[in-house]
């Protein structure tokens, strides 16, 4: 079967390491310790946003008693000091990486921060499988917004139009699809799609491990 698609787009946290629960957690405690109050929507309305507007977000929205650069610098390093004892690989993520990786071009679309990336990389084994990394930190705007999948396909060289994306979060399934791509979903268990977003998606699968070529061999 000819490929129909130029690349594949991944997402990083919720479909190659298993990191929103250690996010969830870490910020959780960092809002209860500095004086915040974490709401029922905060987990949701987080994941996808690049490290400044979570940061901000944080500092503003849930009254964090500390400026949006310390909250960024803090959170992070506690995030560091987890991925040093351990980061979370999702079971089988590496082994269908490394399988899409042997017949297209692979991307990496992530809302962590750059050194987290590297570390989760490094951790699996996987820097080398991927043409173009990009952390929201480096474009104007988080997802929903675009902006790291169309630079993704602007470093791979590669028309948005014809990558595959592979998301886990609502937001992130509005991003790739705002940016033209086909969107395979893989909802956390956790965190369910909204409605809207499970709605752009071309497919929905229950686990990465059920991502195959010939899924997205078929996504023409």
């Known amino acids: 079967m000819v490929p129909v698609a130029d690349a594949v787009v991944f997402d990083l946290d919720g479909v190659i390491v298993d990191s929103e629960p ?8 960092y809002v209860a310790t500095h004086g915040g109050t974490w709401q029922p929507d905060t987990q949701r309305r987080l994941m996808g946003m690049s490290t400044g507007e979570w940061a901000r977000y944080l500092s503003g929205e849930l009254g964090v008693d500390r400026t949006a650069e310390q909250v960024a610098v803090e959170v992070v390093d506690e995030m560091a000091r987890r991925y040093a004892e351990r980061v979370p690989v999702i079971d089988g993520a590496d082994e269908v990486v490394r399988r899409l990786a042997a017949r297209w071009p692979l991307g990496l679309a992530s809302s962590s921060p750059t050194r987290l990336i590297a570390a989760a990389l490094a951790a699996t084994g996987l820097t080398e499988a991927f043409g173009a990394t990009l952390s929201t930190e480096e ?3 988080g997802k929903p917004a ?3 999948y169309l630079e993704v396909a602007r470093r791979l060289g590669v028309d948005p139009a014809r990558c595959v994306a592979v998301e886990d979060s609502s937001n992130g399934v509005r991003s790739a699809a705002a940016a033209g791509m086909r969107v395979v979903a893989v909802p956390h268990g956790a965190y369910p799609l ?9 497919v929905v699968l229950p686990a990465v491990g059920d991502l195959t070529p010939e899924v997205v061999a078929g996504l023409g």
Do not use: F, Q
């Open 146 to 148: 675009p902006d790291v």
């Open 194 to 202: 909204d409605p809207d977003a499970e709605a752009l998606a071309a």
């Open 139 to 141: 474009t104007e705007r």
């Open 22 to 29: 250690v996010w969830e957690e870490v910020r959780r405690a």
